[in-house]
């Protein structure tokens, strides 16, 4: 594994030096190359039409596939390019044929875009929503998974990197489990693809979503949903247009083989192109190097912080990752990000209703949450926490 050269990652990152950005978990700042494929894509759409431009680029937005594929470690047919990852997350999810008892096993930091969904399936099916306990580090606990486990487990859905602190779930400990049951297993990957290394058949997940504009550094509007190939047909897609099905005769249509199925027609096709990029610019790097970097700077950031007179880590779990979350006594995470703002360095704050079963558990209300990549820099870290030190100073 080579290190990543900062230096050129910054050169090739033209918001590096500008701004300040630890809001790579919100949206990344993309590099050079994948904004530059999206605007020629546009030009040459303008100028060539929209149909035609797509036809010329049939090759290149077919590799998106084999990248997107090769990233996860599956095969181009188990993919479907989706406009972002709560609709690549909800195809799966609301695909599933819940029946009246049918348990639906999550963790205490899902995300409200997939546990609204599971209130509303359950409301709908008579469906039944059970929580699994975290373990004493604040990760999902394997063993209550396991004894959780009965004949009525229809789906295991956990996310991978909760949006609120740095917390990295056992996934491929929760898929050995899975595996062993035969139960269904929806890993939301949305924050943890892109930042470190992710291989679905070691995971053991059924399906996988995941956004292109986080930790992967694409377009927004993107994303892309991994289902393995002998889940693909027993999975009726809960949308059908005639991308994903072909009207065969008056009365029947024939639902497509692959994944693809789980798509619909009409797509941001420069998007898609970007995407591909995006990806492939991630391979480049390689993910052990992204993820050795992220890794590194999350920690020295983490103990830097821990360092300033009122400043509390929130970060949970045995692995941590490039998110990082903390409260500041005294301070609202909103006016902090907003000072934050105003010397152009971006954070988030995150509240309640993103992850309620984790705030509430644990007597949160909101955080900020700075969240850094490879391509950020160890002085960026130092002039964050000494603008965090102004601050409070400022606002005493
Ligand atoms: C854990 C998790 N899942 C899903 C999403 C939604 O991703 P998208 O906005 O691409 O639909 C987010 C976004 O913040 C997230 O944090």
Same mark, same amino acid.
């Given at each position: 594994?080579?290190?990543?050269?900062?230096?050129?990652?910054?050169?090739?990152?033209?918001?590096?030096?500008?701004?300040?950005?630890?809001?790579?978990?919100?949206?990344?700042?993309?590099?050079?190359?994948?904004?530059?494929?999206?605007?020629?894509?546009?030009?040459?759409?303008?100028?060539?039409?929209?149909?035609?431009?797509?036809?010329?680029?049939?090759?290149?937005?077919?590799?998106?596939?084999?990248?997107?594929?090769?990233?996860?470690?599956?095969?181009?047919?188990?993919?479907?390019?989706?406009?972002?990852?709560?609709?690549?997350?909800?195809?799966?999810?609301?695909?599933?044929?819940?029946?009246?008892?049918?348990?639906?096993?999550?963790?205490?930091?899902?995300?409200?875009?997939?546990?609204?969904?599971?209130?509303?399936?359950?409301?709908?099916?008579?469906?039944?929503?059970?929580?699994?306990?975290?373990?004493?580090?604040?990760?999902?606990?394997?063993?209550?998974?396991?004894?959780?486990?009965?004949?009525?487990?229809?789906?295991? %859905?956990?996310?991978?990197?909760?949006?609120?602190?740095?917390?990295?779930?056992?996934?491929?400990?929760?898929?050995?489990?899975?595996?062993?049951?035969?139960? $269904?297993?929806?890993?939301?990957?949305?924050?943890?693809?892109?930042?470190?290394?992710?291989?679905?058949? %070691?995971?053991?997940?059924?399906?996988?979503?995941?956004?292109?504009?986080?930790?992967?550094?694409?377009?927004?509007?993107?994303?892309?949903?991994?289902?393995?190939?002998?889940?693909?047909?027993?999975?009726?897609?809960?949308?059908?247009?005639?991308?994903?099905?072909?009207? +065969?005769?008056?009365?029947?249509?024939?639902?497509?083989?692959?994944?693809?199925?789980?798509?619909?027609?009409?797509?941001?096709? %420069?998007?898609?192109?970007?995407?591909?990029?995006?990806?492939?610019?991630?391979?480049?790097?390689? $993910?052990?190097?992204?993820?050795?970097?992220?890794?590194?700077?999350?920690?020295?950031?983490?103990?830097?912080?821990?360092?300033?007179?009122?400043? +509390?880590?929130?970060?949970?779990?045995?692995?941590?990752?490039?998110?990082?979350?903390?409260?500041?006594?005294?301070?609202?995470?909103?006016?902090?990000?907003? %000072?934050?703002?105003?010397?152009?360095?971006?954070?988030?704050? +995150?509240? +309640?209703?993103?992850?309620?079963?984790?705030?509430?558990?644990?007597?949160?209300?909101?955080?900020?949450?700075?969240?850094?990549?490879?391509?950020?820099?160890?002085?960026?870290?130092?002039?964050?926490?000494?603008?965090?030190?102004?601050?409070?100073?400022?606002?005493?």
């Amino acid at each position: 594994m080579t290190a990543i050269d900062i230096a050129r990652a910054r050169r090739e990152t033209p918001g590096s030096g500008l701004v300040l950005h630890f809001n790579n978990a919100g949206s990344s700042l993309p590099p050079t190359s994948v904004v530059d494929a999206q605007i020629a894509y546009l030009q040459r759409e303008a100028v060539f039409g929209g149909y035609e431009t797509a036809a010329e680029y049939a090759d290149q937005v077919e590799r998106v596939y084999t990248s997107a594929a090769a990233l996860v470690n599956a095969d181009p047919d188990e993919i479907a390019i989706i406009e972002n990852a709560t609709r690549a997350w909800d195809m799966a999810f609301y695909s599933i044929a819940f029946k009246p008892g049918d348990r639906i096993l999550t963790a205490m930091a899902e995300y409200a875009s997939n546990y609204i969904p599971y209130l509303q399936v359950a409301k709908r099916t008579g469906a039944v929503i059970d929580v699994v306990p975290n373990d004493e580090h604040g990760q999902v606990s394997v063993a209550a998974l396991r004894d959780m486990l009965d004949e009525r487990v229809k789906l295991i %859905a956990i996310t991978h990197v909760p949006t609120n602190g740095g917390l990295v779930n056992p996934a491929a400990e929760i898929g050995a489990v899975a595996r062993e049951a035969g139960v $269904l297993y929806l890993l939301d990957a949305c924050q943890s693809v892109g930042q470190m290394p992710i291989d679905v058949r %070691a995971i053991g997940c059924d399906m996988l979503s995941t956004t292109g504009r986080k930790y992967l550094r694409g377009p927004r509007g993107t994303g892309f949903l991994y289902v393995r190939r002998d889940v693909v047909p027993t999975l009726e897609p809960i949308m059908l247009d005639l991308h994903a099905a072909q009207w +065969t005769a008056r009365d029947s249509y024939t639902i497509r083989e692959d994944a693809r199925r789980f798509e619909n027609w009409e797509t941001n096709y %420069a998007a898609k192109v970007g995407l591909g990029v995006a990806i492939d610019y991630a391979l480049n790097w390689g $993910l052990d190097a992204i993820w050795e970097r992220v890794s590194l700077l999350a920690a020295r950031l983490r103990s830097r912080l821990a360092e300033i007179p009122g400043v +509390t880590l929130t970060d949970l779990g045995s692995t941590k990752c490039g998110i990082v979350t903390f409260t500041v006594a005294g301070h609202a995470a909103g006016d902090l990000r907003d %000072a934050f703002a105003e010397r152009r360095i971006h954070v988030t704050h +995150t509240r +309640t209703p993103s992850t309620r079963l984790d705030m509430e558990a644990r007597g949160l209300t909101e955080m900020v949450r700075a969240s850094v990549h490879y391509y950020n820099d160890e002085e960026e870290v130092e002039q964050f926490c000494t603008a965090l030190e102004h601050i409070i100073r400022s606002t005493h």
